[in-house]
T-cell receptor, first 114, second 113 residues
Framework: DAMVIQNPRYQVTQFGKPVTLSCSQTLNHNVMYWYQQKSSQAPKLLFHYYDKDFNNEADTPDNFQSRRPNTSFCFLDIRSPGLGDAAMYLC?????????????FGPGTRLTVL | GENVEQHPSTLSVQEGDSAVIKCTYSDSASNYFPWYKQELGKGPQLIIDIRSNVGEKKDQRIAVTLNKTAKHFSLHITETQPEDSAVYFCAASRGGGADGLTFGKGTHLIIQP
């Protein structure tokens, strides 16, 4: 089945220690998104890749970076995690060129910062 | 930017009864309105969506209505079952290119046996 895969599902890191979360997709979608979801809150868009073009949301902290080496993979790098970065990180994909922006989500990576 | 309001934040209904969740949006350019179900520890799962050229859509026990003039849309679940218990999010998007979704704050639906 075509899907969005996130690894690891659970990640524990120390305060200030860089961490990388990964997302892969078999849907062959050209747009990939990263959302942050804190406990009991709605998902909030951090940034997205439209093909190779990176699009950052205005209020996304500089501490968050992303890489997309190819169509299938996308990484979220947190350079110096703080306690406030503990959250579920969700990857989603969509296909541009359609009139409506249907997005498919992965299962998420829950990040704990000690 | 878009702002999506969702009510109620918690909804408790008896098994077999209907549940209704309401959302309003602010951006008149939004044209795509999905609903996601999220179970504990999992990613959001798309359950139904509605597009701006349609006023109502139904899929078995789930229906969604859209009022573009009033900028609100609603999710209706009939004959609720225990497995319907989850957090439900509405969202809005301009669609087309690659706009991210703007989510409401979610509704925790509790089905009482």
């Amino acid at each position: 089945d075509a899907m969005v895969i996130q690894n690891p599902r659970y990640q524990v890191t120390q305060f200030g220690k860089p961490v990388t979360l990964s997302c892969s997709q078999t849907l062959n979608h050209n747009v990939m998104y990263w959302y942050q979801q804190k406990s009991s809150q709605a998902p909030k868009l951090l940034f997205h890749y439209y093909d190779k073009d990176f699009n950052n949301e205005a209020d996304t902290p500089d501490n968050f970076q992303s890489r997309r080496p190819n169509t299938s993979f996308c990484f979220l790098d947190i350079r110096s995690p703080g306690l406030g970065d503990a959250a579920m990180y969700l990857c989603a994909t969509s296909r541009s060129g359609t009139v409506y922006n249907e997005q498919f989500f992965g299962p998420g990576t829950r990040l704990t910062v000690l | 930017g878009e702002n999506v309001e969702q009510h109620p934040s918690t909804l408790s209904v008896q098994e077999g009864d209907s549940a209704v969740i309401k959302c309003t949006y602010s951006d008149s350019a939004s044209n795509y309105f999905p609903w996601y179900k999220q179970e504990l520890g999992k990613g959001p799962q798309l359950i139904i969506d509605i597009r701006s050229n349609v006023g109502e859509k139904k899929d078995q026990r789930i229906a969604v209505t859209l009022n573009k003039t009033a900028k609100h849309f609603s999710l209706h679940i009939t004959e609720t079952q225990p497995e319907d218990s989850a957090v439900y999010f509405c969202a809005a998007s301009r669609g087309g290119g690659a706009d991210g979704l703007t989510f409401g704050k979610g509704t925790h639906l509790i089905i009482q046996p």
